[in-house]
């Protein structure tokens, strides 16, 4: 495994994002236990020494299987990463009782890491509101020692983050920005990353997959990588991507599987940066694709737990950019088509309250409409 320093301590390059553990029944709150053991004992067991969950993650049950399996270990042998829900603008007075429950829910005395969620368009005015007191309260964490390094993520623009680096940024000690080479221009990640360096922050990385995107390349994009490096795989093109982007201190991937995390693992046991050229190169594909249209969602699945009709939004929105990408076929008619009436894009009251937790800031409701007048359904 690849170590970074972090001030005085080594952290594992990979980190595991405890955001897609394995589901029963592809329900996102109904964590599978043993095969999330096992992916959590072998990550340990192989190097890695950063884990990280969230509040809202499988809707509140990341934390408490994070807690549950890593007390198997010593608690100064691994960091703990997670975070204060501001993503929901309802938590801001609660930061209180939300922190105390998050040390029960972990079994922990202390967070090693400690980051304000998802700052962005929809919760930086909350944020930069003192009057909430989640900025001092946290700050007297961190000197009381239950939190050791407090940060932030953020998928807000270059002027939301610099917003908040202007008001906080002289005690944050990292930034945890969603990077991969397709949003290098697509999300302004390089802007971003410039920003947070020039703080002298330190940069973590998420979605470095784009949510399973970057897994599967499209077939012109495979096969005019397969022509510079046929032995690397999809998923290797992204990580050693991340390698060559200076100032990345740990790139956090969210495993659902032992056979992604053994792929991820084997990876992450050589430091092998990109040249300039091929560097240069997978941006530029990534650039046709995104160009060719698509939607950024990365299937965090906040947006499921706000919504009336209970809508599957990712799946949703994998559909339609699907569809709006490749110009049309059968696949999206065919699947959305086999779902029950009141889970397709039509039953989308409009209401909008996805729209204010999702980190991507997507008009859902707009694509809801268009998507289902493209199907006619």
């Known amino acids: 495994m690849i170590y970074r320093n972090f001030k005085d301590i080594k952290l594992s390059g990979l980190g595991l994002g405890m955001m897609r553990l394995p589901l029963i029944d592809g329900n996102d709150a109904a964590i599978d236990e043993n095969k999330a053991k096992e992916i959590i004992d072998y990550a340990y067991k192989n190097g890695i020494n950063y884990f990280d969950t969230a509040w809202g993650y499988h809707d ?74 989640i900025y001092d309260y946290l700050l007297e964490q961190k000197k009381n020692g239950r939190i050791k390094h407090l940060g932030f993520s953020a998928h807000g623009s270059t002027e939301v983050i ?6 906080y940024g002289e005690n944050m000690e990292f930034c945890q920005l969603q990077v991969n080479y397709m949003d290098w221009h697509f999300q302004d990640a390089k802007e971003k990353i410039e920003l947070i360096k020039s703080a002298g922050i330190s940069v973590w990385v998420m979605e470095p997959l784009r949510g399973g995107k970057l897994a599967k390349m499209s077939a012109q994009t495979e096969k005019a990588l397969k022509q510079m490096r ?26 659902s599987s032992l056979e992604q995390i053994k792929e991820n693992i084997e990876i992450w046991k050589e430091d092998k940066p990109l040249g300039e050229a091929e560097f240069n190169k997978l941006v530029a594909l990534a650039d046709m694709e995104t160009h060719s249209g698509g939607l950024p969602c990365t299937a965090c699945h906040y947006c499921t737990s706000h919504c009336p009709q209970s809508l599957p939004i990712p799946e949703l929105i994998a559909l339609y950019n699907e569809h709006k990408i490749t110009g049309g076929g059968f696949i999206a008619p065919m699947t959305v088509g086999s779902m029950e009436e009141g889970k397709r894009p039509s039953s989308c009251i409009g ?18 409409r268009e998507f289902s007048q493209m199907l006619g359904m």
């Open 162 to 167: 610099k917003r908040f680096l202007d008001a």
């Open 230 to 255: 046929p032995e690397y795989s999809a998923a290797e093109w992204a990580f050693r991507f991340l390698q060559s982007v200076e100032g990345v201190t740990v790139v956090l991937s969210g495993m």
């Open 60 to 133: 509140g049950n990341s934390e408490t299987v994070a807690g549950k399996y890593l007390m198997a270990y010593p608690r100064d042998s691994y960091y703990l990463a997670s975070k204060f829900p501001g993503y929901d603008n309802s938590n801001m007075p609660k930061v209180r009782e939300i922190f105390e429950r998050q040390l029960e829910k972990c079994q922990t005395p202390y967070f090693d890491f400690y980051l304000f969620h998802n700052v962005y368009e929809g919760n930086i005015d909350d944020y930069l509101n003192r009057d909430f007191g």
């Open 351 to 368: 209401c909008q309250s996805c729209e204010q937790v999702c980190p991507q800031q997507i008009k859902i409701s707009d694509m809801m």
